[in-house]
T-cell receptor
Framework: ETGVTQTPRHLVMGMTNKKSLKCEQH?????MYWYKQSAKKPLELMFV???????ENNSVPSRFSPECPNSSHLFLHLHTLQPEDSALYLC?????????????????FGAGSRLTVL | AQSVTQLDSQVPVFEEAPVELRCNYS??????LFWYVQYPNQGLQLLLK??????LVKSINGFEAEFNKSQTSFHLRKPSVHISDTAEYFC????????????FGSGTRLQVQP
């Protein structure tokens, strides 16, 4: 496989469930990201990891817990979510961490995981 | 901090007509500018980017965008659209210094009608 792969593509869960979203990149990139895409709103950056180290956390509720075991894999663990957390969760990767390298650090996105919280 | 405004949430247009999708940004420092496209049930794909040099940048499928520093704009244009251009288009910025990640606008849905 090439690019950025996200699983599952669709997930329905109750507010008391625990589930995880998985992202895998096959590009040899050093940084990975989680974004939340809600209807009619800008994409919200949730977390940034660079070489397995969390480098940015944008005031995300603790019911979202990221994990980056290596530079190719990124997880988003979900626990006691609320209906307003229903959204498309996008994973992305980039060659370097934000601010490094010459020129801009272009992101490659996965297709997303559509989450519905009942 | 940076912000991006895409005033039009939806733009309906007939096939072969010209289109302009508007993007304005706010930043206290110089920025790089991007347009991403999201086709149905897919992730975002980079369409074009402005880093430096010529203010007019072009994509391989006929879109172009012009960086206007005085108006802090980066509008996306295409002289003749196709049905296959139906998608959501996102404008994004990133400061050219510092460690911030991309800041996106809320997106514009382009609906091309036959």
């Amino acid at each position: 496989e090439t690019g950025v792969t996200q699983t599952p593509r669709h997930l329905v869960m109750g507010m008391t469930n625990k589930k995880s979203l998985k992202c895998e990149q096959h590009l040899g990139h050093n940084a990975m990201y989680w974004y939340k895409q809600s209807a009619k709103k800008p994409l919200e950056l949730m977390f940034v990891y660079s070489l397995e180290e969390r480098v940015e956390n944008n005031s995300v509720p603790s019911r979202f817990s990221p994990e980056c075991p290596n530079s190719s894999h990124l997880f988003l663990h979900l626990h006691t979510l609320q209906p307003e957390d229903s959204a498309l969760y996008l994973c992305a990767s980039s060659p370097q961490r934000p601010g490094q390298g010459s020129g801009a650090n272009v992101l490659t996105f996965g297709a997303g995981s559509r989450l519905t919280v009942l | 901090a940076q912000s991006v405004t895409q005033l039009d949430s939806q733009v309906p247009v007939f096939e072969e007509a010209p289109v302009e999708l508007r993007c304005n940004y706010s930043s206290s420092v110089s920025v790089y500018l991007f347009w991403y496209v999201q086709y149905p049930n897919q992730g975002l794909q980079l369409l074009l980017k402005y880093l430096s040099g010529s203010t007019l940048v072009k994509s391989i499928n006929g879109f172009e965008a012009e960086f206007n520093k005085s108006q802090t704009s980066f509008h996306l244009r295409k002289p003749s659209v196709h049905i296959s251009d139906t998608a959501e288009y996102f404008c994004a910025v990133i400061p050219n210094t510092g460690r911030r990640a991309l800041t996106f606008g809320s997106g514009t849905r382009l609906q091309v009608q036959p």
